[in-house]
């Protein structure tokens, strides 16, 4: 069989590709709905591992739709899908989409798992789904209302109180609260599954803050460019409509209106969808922020930014609703806002998803819509649910008792210690005993589901098509009062071969869905930027005070991890050089390796023991644990860039991951079997050094000129007027400079070796060393030109005027009160005092520096008086 569909395969095959897919494709398990066939799969009449059984299911026909892509295939047909997967992976990593299932600041991040075929979703099919979710959200919307209002339905006893009030999901402190705009849901989004009769049923639903929007738009975008001739002749409904008319929504619901200020809540980088978050916030224009970014004041939300508070009128959270607000929620919560729930009370803010619906999220729930749906809508539900038996109804717990071999039990609370579903059908007879044990103990805390056999679709699974387990999360977002819609497409999430769960944290993958529409398709884009005066006033006010306090150290940490860098080199090449016997020079290089954490202090210096002190530095490069060196600096440069997924380019996050994955890769290989060496120590600092070029390039070129911007530079050259003052002061101090040997390392220390000896040749002479280490504006390298262009940075940040500088910029030493004889000039003792003076108050400066910047824009402790209420 191998060898057949290698030749089926072959460029020669004359076959229509419709007719070689059906024949090459196995078919869906025996009970399963096959997507590809249109039909259920029944069991073969021959034994399955039979040749006429193969030939039976290689002769059902594709439908119509799945006929029609395979035909879009190309001339390579199916001999080009290993290319298209390879290229799609290349762009999941290219474009750093990550799930991290088990998120870790030190761990590496998983990258997205995307399959090559969409499942595709025929107009009927569409209308069924799409009429069945829309009544569905005014259901739970309406539910929610009653719940937080009169609370008929509990009084009546269409709703057990054990689902609403026992429910840790449901939030005391949001009683009687009517949410700004009158909509307590947003976003909803419905798990579905098509059974073997190929009708879709709702599994699960999700309401606290439902993931996937930001994925399924990556899927979109991935997928369509893989099959880009499919897509445009399919009908392929489009998504970005949906999109810009959720953000428009919130915006008309707020009470600000069209000139609202929304801004996106994310958990932070350290949570497994954060991916998704920067890159909803990117796409939706809204301001990414955690909730260290947002204070209430007076009863009224803020963002801190740059430039102060600032209001903002609506949240789309990403949060569940426990951690928002530790005021009155969990108290050990760092994620939310203290006061946030006041806010919302007060009607002063727009919370999209209204907090409190996550007792919506019980599958116990689904038993109870039927009954629900024809009370409060008076209509029967359109789209039905999974047969689901919450056990704490005697009569319901009774009943499926017996039924458990073939259900499935499912916790009721999210707290449970219950973490997974359990499939009954896997559980031997002692084992469903002890289930049942279980739930006759605890019944109110088991909820019991029907098994359904999930349909199935294709995928490209190593060089063929292999049929898996899906099932579709669809979302309905609100674009109005009381109104919403259902985006066109979803994302598919695909079972392993092992198991029939289809859950991305069980190893699953997913798939872009592909509606197709009989109508026009929506030519809608969010592409083109707002240009409002509104949008454009946030735009340029949109840097909060955690991203700016973010891009200043990732300033700080690029000029340190290149300062470490040059300073090891610069060591290394010294201990093995012309010079290594220089007492002075190895002095000088043992000091700042100290003082720059490059050794530990207990380390011996060069001038006692070079060869241990050389070993010591090398062992140190990668160490993140004992010293600061280069490993450890790369990774705090990690640290702070991934807090700015929202504002760094995809290129120049690449680069900054394949930094450091090269740099601890390529120490460890060397450090294999045992130290390596210093020529390979060197080589090693080498290729990070070209890392290095790449990122401070794009830094320098590649990013808007800011003020988030402008602190990021600050950071780089505090760090640099730091480092270069207390290195040349060194050098002087120790005597080093004054020998050949010490010249050069100077000089190369500060990066100015070829433009020394471009502009004095081989001249040894300390005015012209000063010269251009010290004052010479022209030289980014020097100390004159690190001092000026802060001191433009800062005056610019604080909005001066022209030719006026605030106070904070008066705290760097004015270069044209330097004068070259000065410096050049020695006191009674031999010694540059006033060079020193000036090296010494640069090093001062940097130092305070630091601390006023930080008071100054992110902390805004000036402001931490005002209260939280009224």
């Not at 579903?421 to 005993?433: F, I, N, Q, W």
């Not at 720059?596 to 993140?624: C, H, M, W, Y």
Request: net charge negative.
């Amino acid at each position: 069989m191998e060898n057949q569909n290698n030749s089926l395969f072959g460029a020669d095959s004359q076959e229509a590709p419709g007719q070689l897919a059906a024949a090459l494709a196995p078919p869906a398990a025996t009970g399963h709905f096959d997507e590809l066939r249109g039909a259920v799969s029944a069991p073969p009449i021959a034994p399955a591992n039979s040749g006429a059984a193969q030939a039976a299911a290689a002769s059902a026909p594709l439908t119509a739709t799945w006929n029609k892509f395979f035909t879009h295939l190309g001339a390579d047909g199916f001999t080009d899908l290993n290319r298209r997967t390879a290229n799609l992976q290349r762009q999941v990593r290219a474009n750093g989409v990550t799930y991290n299932v088990y998120a870790d600041a030190d761990g590496p991040q998983r990258p997205w798992s995307l399959d090559l075929f969409p499942l595709i979703i025929t107009p009927d099919s569409w209308t069924q789904i799409e009429a069945g979710v829309l009544q569905r959200v005014r259901l739970l919307d309406r539910i929610m209302a009653d719940v937080y209002g009169p609370q008929t339905l509990l009084a009546g006893a269409l709703l057990p109180p054990a689902l609403v009030q026992g429910h840790p999901g449901y939030l005391r402190p949001m009683h009687g609260v009517a949410p700004v705009g009158g909509t307590h849901l947003h976003i909803a989004a419905f798990d579905m599954a098509r059974g073997p009769d190929g009708n879709w049923c709702v599994v699960s639903q999700r309401t606290q803050a439902p993931s996937g929007l930001g994925y399924l738009l990556e899927n979109r975008l991935t997928i369509s460019r893989m099959f880009p001739e499919a897509f445009h002749d399919m009908g392929v409904q489009r998504l970005a409509a949906s999109y810009r008319a959720l953000v428009d929504g919130i915006k008309q619901m707020s009470n600000a209106g069209a000139d609202a200020r929304i801004v996106l809540l994310t958990p932070g980088p350290y949570n497994e969808t954060y991916f998704e978050h920067a890159y909803l916030a990117r796409y939706l224009g809204l301001t990414l922020v955690e909730g260290s970014d947002l204070t209430v004041r007076d009863q009224r939300l803020y963002i801190r930014t740059l430039k102060g508070l600032e209001p903002v009128h609506g949240l789309l959270k990403r949060l569940d609703d426990e951690f928002l607000d530790p005021l009155e929620l969990r108290a050990d919560s760092r994620l939310g806002v203290p006061g946030l729930l006041q806010a919302i009370r007060a009607g002063n803010v727009l919370v999209a998803n209204a907090p409190g619906s996550a007792f919506l999220e019980s599958t116990a729930l689904l038993g109870f819509l039927p009954a629900l749906s024809r009370r409060l809508l008076g209509e029967d539900l359109k789209l039905p649910s999974l047969p689901t038996w919450w056990c704490g109804e005697r009569a319901a717990m009774q009943a499926v008792l017996p039924q458990l071999g073939d259900r499935v039990i499912k916790p009721t609370y999210p707290d449970s210690t219950m973490s997974n579903a359990v499939v009954g059908k896997t559980l031997t007879r002692r084992e469903l005993d002890e289930w049942a044990g279980r739930i006759v103990r605890q019944g109110e805390e088991h909820t019991v589901q029907a098994y359904l056999p999930l349909s199935q679709m294709p995928i490209w699974h190593g060089d063929r098509l292999a049929p898996r387990s899906v099932m579709l999360r669809v979302f309905a977002v609100a674009d109005g009062p009381q109104s919403w819609r259902v985006l066109p497409g979803g994302l598919a999430r695909i079972a392993t071969a092992e198991l029939e769960i289809a859950s991305m944290q069980r190893g699953g993958s997913s798939a872009d869905v592909w509606v197709q529409t009989e109508g026009a398709v929506d030519q809608t884009t969010l592409l083109l930027p707002d240009t409002s005066l509104a949008a454009l006033t946030h735009r340029a006010n949109s840097v909060t005070s955690r991203a700016a306090e973010n891009l200043f150290w990732l300033g700080r940490y690029t000029e340190r991890t290149e300062n470490t860098i040059r300073l090891a080199r610069l060591t290394l090449e010294c201990l093995n050089g012309e010079d290594q016997s220089s007492q002075p020079l190895l002095a000088w290089l043992s000091e700042l390796a100290e003082g720059n954490a490059l050794v530990l202090s207990k380390v011996p210096p060069a001038t006692q023991a070079r060869r241990v002190f050389e070993r010591s530095l090398i062992a140190g490069l990668a160490d993140i644990e004992l010293s600061t060196s280069v490993g450890h600096n790369l990774r705090a440069l990690k640290g702070a860039a991934s807090a700015l997924r929202e504002r760094l380019s995809q290129e120049q996050w690449n680069v900054i991951v394949r930094a450091e994955r090269d740099f601890f890769r390529q120490s460890a290989g060397y450090a294999g079997d045992g130290d390596y060496s210093s020529v390979e120590a060197l080589a090693v600092l080498e290729n990070i050094n070209g890392y290095m070029a790449a990122m401070t390039g794009a830094q320098t070129d590649r990013m808007t000129r800011d003020d988030g911007w402008r602190l990021l530079s600050t950071g780089r050259h505090i760090e640099r007027l730091g480092f270069l003052a207390s290195s040349l002061a060194q050098g002087f101090e120790s005597g080093s400079v004054f020998e050949d040997g010490g010249f050069e390392a100077m000089i190369a220390l500060f990066d100015s070796t070829i433009t020394f000896h471009a502009q004095y040749q081989q001249s040894r002479d300390m005015s012209a060393l000063l010269d251009l280490l010290v004052l010479d504006r022209d030289n980014p390298r020097s100390l004159g030109w690190v001092a000026q262009t802060l001191r433009g940075r800062l005056a610019k940040l604080a909005g001066s005027a022209a030719g006026e500088l605030p106070d904070i910029a008066l705290m760097v030493p004015d270069p044209r009160e330097w004068s070259i004889e000065a410096m050049c000039t020695r006191d009674a003792a031999g010694q540059y005092a006033v060079l020193i003076a000036h090296l010494q108050e640069c090093s001062q400066a940097a130092y305070l520096l630091s601390d006023a910047v930080g008071t100054r824009y992110f902390t805004h402790s000036s402001d931490s008086k005002q209260s939280v209420g009224a």
